[in-house]
Nanobody, 124 residues
Framework: VQLVESGGDLVQAGGSLRLSCAAS????????IGWFRQAPGKEREFVAA????????YYVDSVKGRFTISRDNGKNTVYLQMNSLKPGDTAVYYC??????????????????WGQGTQVTVSS
């Protein structure tokens, strides 16, 4: 099983990035996918989630209206489009997979699989 994140970079405040999470080794369609992030000296926090079908999404309040999660089940890939980035968004971003075919996205708890993370740095 693998979840491989990519797309992290150094960007100025107000800029945009798109993160990707490529999955392999499990039945991708059976899993909800979430993005988490961990800033230096802080605990890892949930950011966004999407259901197995892509029909429902959920965001933490701090990113609503700025971040968009989406998925392409044909490519076994989930994306996180991040716009209007702020220095407070600086963190290592992780994707995670949680088995379940819920119709409504919720905050992911105890994912089955984690990726290794990709660094996002937003300069002021």
């Amino acid at each position: 099983v693998q979840l491989v994140e990519s797309g992290g970079d150094l960007v100025q405040a107000g800029g945009s990035l798109r993160l990707s999470c490529a999955a392999s080794g499990f039945t991708f369609d059976d899993y909800a996918i979430g993005w988490f992030r961990q800033a230096p000296g802080k605990e890892r926090e949930f950011v966004a989630a999407i259901t197995w079908s892509g029909g429902s999404t959920y965001y933490v309040d701090s990113v609503k209206g700025r971040f968009t999660i989406s998925r392409d089940n044909g490519k076994n890939t989930v994306y996180l489009q991040m716009n209007s980035l702020k220095p407070g968004d600086t963190a290592v971003y992780y994707c995670a997979a949680k088995r379940g075919i819920l119709q409504v996205a919720v905050r992911l708890v105890d994912p089955n699989y984690w990726g290794q993370g990709t660094q996002v740095t937003v300069s002021s």
